[in-house]
C-alpha cells in the first residue's frame, strides 16, 4: 500500500518504485490505471520499464 497527501491506495508489490510514486502524484491516471484489467496493468508496467528519467516517467504516467 503508498500513501501519499493522506490517502492510501492499494497497488501490487511488483509495480515499480518510480512508476507508483508518478501514479500517487496523478488522481486521474491513478484512477484509469486501477480501472484497467490485470493484463491491461501488466503493460504499462512493462512499458514503464523504458523509462529513463523522472520528467519522462511523468509524461508516461500523463498518459495513461
Known amino acids: 500500500m503508498l500513501c501519499g497527501r ?3 491506495m492499494k497497488l501490487n508489490e ?3 518504485m518510480g512508476l507508483g ?8 491516471a491513478r484512477a484509469r490505471f486501477d480501472g484497467m484489467s ?3 496493468q501488466k ?7 523504458a523509462v529513463s528519467s ?11
Open 14 to 16: 511488483n509495480l515499480p
Open 43 to 49: 503493460d504499462i508496467v512493462t512499458r514503464s520499464g
Open 6 to 8: 493522506g490517502d492510501c
Open 54 to 64: 523522472k520528467r519522462e516517467m511523468k509524461s508516461f504516467v500523463d498518459s495513461i
Open 38 to 40: 490485470s493484463a491491461q
Open 21 to 28: 510514486f508518478a501514479l500517487m502524484q496523478n488522481e486521474k
